[in-house]
């Protein structure tokens, strides 16, 4: 949520702050898109840092970004393009 914050974008979350592993956010971007980041799974992290690395995917777009740090994902969906 920090990252996000510090991004300039509106966020809500799923509220399981006490389970990072579920940890779901909801944001729109500057272009009034819906992004929903997650914790990545199991399969492209390792067990011992569940919540170190996300994934956004644009609702409106089904574009799914990198698995990356928070910090980047937060800029990633700041300065996703606008569609043409």
Known sequence: GN??????LTW?????QDRP??????VTD???RRWTVHA???NQITPSR???LWQATCTDQ??????ISAR???EYIRDFPKAE
Do not use: C, K
């Not at 990252?3 to 300039?8: K, P, R, V, W």
């Not at 809500?12 to 399981?16: E, F, I, L």
């Not at 592993?21 to 909801?26: A, F, I, V």
């Open 21 to 26: 592993e579920l940890l779901t956010y909801t």
């Open 40 to 42: 990545a799974t199991s």
């Open 62 to 67: 089904f574009h799914d970004s990198d698995v």
């Open 30 to 32: 500057p272009h009034g």
């Open 12 to 16: 809500q979350d799923n509220g399981n």
């Open 50 to 52: 569940p919540a170190s």
């Open 3 to 8: 990252a996000l914050t510090a991004a300039g």
């Open 72 to 74: 980047l994902v937060a």
